[in-house]
């Protein structure tokens, strides 16, 4: 791993604001500075987002973002942050590769230009044959909250990406940023990771290598944070996956855990349970959970489906881990069971084999866990301790096509459809539609709720929906 530390002094060490709760630093579960918000459920218990909203209605402010991204908003004080990529340049065509060839690893990269991988070598777009790839600026982005206006700017890296994406809906910037209230992290995967001070002032970068994936479906990868300590899941059909820890103060990598297995773009979870810290990552083969200090295996269980993409979620002592491509998997995991192995026993306490997410993850709401069926704007509600469902396959008029994480504040739950409509019901056991808000924009990126607002990226602009003062008076 080669990095170019950018300044040597380090900050003081911050608690971690992913679970539990107590262990969160002063202030974090007020905002949403990470994906999923701050207990990574999906949940803001603080925040009271406007019911309806319309182009017209309740629309503080809309800003257009350059370039294209399905990174979601994270916000902190008074800032809202966003992760782009912005094409320039004419197109290059590109030349597929080898299908299914597993490629061997790239060795370290130098010099700020040349940190492409292999030159002249261009991946596939989507499995829809070549496709053009243009030089791109990898950009994150920092807006004033109360206006809009970009506070800054940087362009993290520029160059020209070694693969492509998958079409029309995959993008070079699908991860979300991260912080902790000091540094703000941002994860381009084969384009680098990087830490900024909340002012835009680049503290350090680290190249994590090349990655390859299948059918040049593209990456879209988001660290978990956790104390001082960022966890990075980096698998792929080109070369060694693994799970890797970095020092969040320096990029200096602390442990890695190889692993055989491709093509993962879920979020690593990590979760304390009696005194322990683990770091919960699903995969194809194998769902496994590392020891948080030592990145060893504490247990494992059977793989997801193909292209793990729903971030797993946590409460109650019981991880719900959830995919839906080329088959269907829910299982729920009680920790205090899970050791080594625990495929077929009773650590795992219910599970499902149909109608679960293929891309958005899933919503773990108190006494109710969401999940969408594939795409698609068919959700099912679940108690989460017992599997027993509290409604099923319920079809979402106005929704047909989900790409988003539902997201849920006031004992409402808000779902962004692909088509700019957001589906507002009734948190509960009962399926109740309360609004249906539609924007002159669709949304694959999932939504961050803060106080009485809600953000909204979309393909072009980037939403704050907040209640009008004027027409609340």
Known sequence: MHRHVRTAAA???MLGWTLPADAQPAGAEGYWGQWRGPEATGVARHADPPLTWSETENVAWKVEVPGRGAASPIVWGDRVFLLTAVPVGDPVPAAAPEAGRRQPRPGPRAGRDGRGGRPGRRGRGGGRGAQPIRRHQFVVMAFDRGTGAVAWRRVAREAVPHEGHQLPN????SGSAVTDGERLFAFFGSWGLYAYDLDGG?????????????????????PALHGDTLVVTW??????????ALDARTGEERWRSNRDEIDTWATPLVVEHEGRTQVVTPAMNQVYSYDFETGETVWRSRGTTMNAIPSP??????????????????????????????????????????????VPSPLLYDDALYLLKSNDGILSVFDPAT?????????????????????GAAGRVYIPGRDGTTLVIRHGPR????????????????????????YLRGYR?????????????
Request: avoid cysteine; glycine fraction near 12%.
């Open 431 to 454: 399926y109740e539609v309360l609004a249906a808000n539609t924007l002159d924009d669709g949304f694959d990126a999932s939504p961050a709720l803060v106080d009485g607002e809600l």
């Open 202 to 222: 680049l503290e350090w970068e680290a190249d994590i290598g090349t990655r390859f994936m299948r059918n040049a479906f593209g990456e879209g990868t988001t």
């Open 313 to 358: 979620v946590h409460a109650g002592g019981i991880v719900y881990v959830t995919s839906g491509y080329r088959g269907n998997n829910l299982q729920a995991i009680r920790l205090a069971d899970a050791r080594g192995d625990i495929a077929g026993t009773g650590a795992i306490v219910w599970q499902l084999d149909r109608d679960t997410p293929y």
């Open 461 to 473: 602009h980037l939403y704050k929906i907040a209640e009008d003062q004027r027409r609340a008076r």
């Open 235 to 244: 698998d792929h059909i080109g070369g060694q996956s693994f799970v890797a």
């Open 11 to 13: 900050l003081s060490l």
């Open 387 to 407: 599997g027993e469902p509290h409604y099923a396959l319920q079809r979402l008029r106005g929704v047909p096509n989900v790409f988003a994480s539902p997201v």
């Open 170 to 173: 995959g993008t070079y910037a």
